[in-house]
């Protein structure tokens, strides 16, 4: 049993002089520490989000919307900017885009996400007057930062959660967080110390060499999957690439933690905490190094591909949620077409909005495509039930979505390629997307 290191304020939480809620998001937080095997509570100075309602606000206690009306008017603030991460509850409903899109909600006892009455209760928003009252930004994405507007800075002790974002804010911010964004720790404004906030554990360990010049979106994102395999925990420094977009540091973050649980990495020249190599290894050597070339990015690819058809019944685009540039260059690609499946574009609430007033959503919509937001087909718990055969250009939906599907019963092809291999897909209903090496 670890003593946890407290100081007066935080006992006298602990034992429940400050109320229920400081009570129960103290003892979470203690309950953390141990977990986490550190002794220290590190003092929150970034910014936190969290998948509302609660996640975590304690292990032992839901609470109901009464206690949380209680809270919000007695005049219980989140002590740091506090984002909400995709759609509200479990139903993940789209918050716009929701129309004919033609699925049932597994979380939501089968009901259609089309159906009116059903949307709106998802949207829970007695829920939603309260957090705002207490300072939350109903940003509804997995990328919140693509469009929070305001970021945390290099040292910043944050408490992010979602696995994607995760590494945005270690690696391309220089901020520090592990993956415990909750109701406790962005109401207490702490939370443990260990892992990612400590300066340490944040070198490099592992060099990965590129064999070949990274550059293309799909090359990050298998770059991503590749690494994220290969080193499992450690902290990569990335050489051979080019330097990333916005979008491909989305991309490889994504991957990354998906084939592998990479929170934090290195591309020296790119990323903040590595000027250099050896700064990112910290003086010391490396523990190993990794070539990743041709073979180990064409196998990762054929992974990702699980199809035995090449007709495809749906077009997936927007993991991580697309932003306003990938909009912008995708409604280029989709100008004066017609699609012939369903394509689903998937991005964040906030910019919904700026999709429609750029003139973007009328160019989906008049290709046919569907612009949606807040949520995607894995966190949705699948597809329509017409679809045999998805195409996805993420290495993480890829991997994902078919986990929607754990019994036998019914097998969902996956074909992966190239954006635009994808609109492709969706324009002719037929997959033509190869490795190309
Ligand atoms: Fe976001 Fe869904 Fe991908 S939540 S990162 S779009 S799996």
Redesign the pocket.
Known sequence: MIDVKLTDEERQMLQGERGLVPRLCMEWLVEMCQIAGTDTIVELDGTGDFHTPWTSMTFHHDFSLEELKKLADSGARFKIPTFAN?SPFTEMSPVHGWEGCDMRCKSGGGRRFDDPVFHEQSMHAEFYAEFRKMGMLQTHS??SYLTAGFLPTIGQHCSWN???AIPYCNAVLGARTNIDGSFATCFLGKAPYYDMHVTENRYATVLVDSERLIHTDTEWDLLGFTIGEDCGLAVPCITGTAKPTTTQFCKLN?AMNTGGSIRMYHIPGSTPEAPSVEAAFGGKAPARRVVIGERELRATYEKLNYHTTDIVDMVYL????LNAVDLMLLARKLEGKRVKVPLWI?TAPWLYDVARNQGFLETFEKAGAKLMDG??P??MGGVPDYVNCVAVD?A??SY?ITGCYPDDDRRLEVCYGTQDDCVEAALTGKWNGEWRG
Not at 318 to 321: A, M, N, V
Request: glycine share 4%; charged share 15%; net charge positive.
């Open positions: 995709k997995c990328a979602e696995s994607s994504a927007g993991c991580p949620h998937m949520t995607c894995a966190a993420s993480k939906q994902y």
